[in-house]
């Protein structure tokens, strides 16, 4: 086999293998755990963050993997749009 070909099966194995981990760490749909985050969020952010404002608070602190996965996959779709529409020179 090509090592293309093999670099991108164990690439898609390790991907399958991250998910199928997380969704048996994931909380049920709808249960906050113990506390209430958003009571949690307004109390603690300026102890836990150092930042007044509780919205980048919440966008860079507390979801910050989140917010790294929407930036993937914003960067990967960009990527495959240029790699569609660049020309080959020949």
């Given at each position: 086999?090509?090592?293309?070909v093999?670099?991108?099966?164990l690439?898609?194995?390790?991907?399958?293998?991250?998910?199928?981990?997380?969704?048996?760490?994931?909380?049920?749909?709808?249960?906050?755990?113990?506390?209430?985050?958003?009571?949690?969020?307004?109390?603690?952010?300026?102890?836990?963050t150092?930042?007044?404002?509780g919205?980048?608070?919440i966008?860079?602190?507390?979801r910050?993997?989140?917010?790294?996965?929407e930036?993937?996959?914003?960067?990967s779709?960009?990527?495959?749009v240029?790699?569609?529409?660049?020309?080959?020179?020949?």
């Open positions: 086999m090509e090592k293309r093999i670099a991108g099966a690439a898609l194995t390790i991907v399958a293998v991250f998910f199928a981990f997380s969704i048996f760490l994931l909380h049920p749909f709808g249960d906050p755990g113990e506390v209430q985050m958003d009571d949690h969020i307004i109390v603690n952010t300026q102890n836990e150092g930042t007044n404002n919205v980048t608070s966008v860079f602190d507390y910050g993997f989140d917010t790294l996965g930036a993937t996959i914003l960067f779709a960009v990527a495959g240029i790699m569609i529409f660049r020309r080959v020179k020949e």
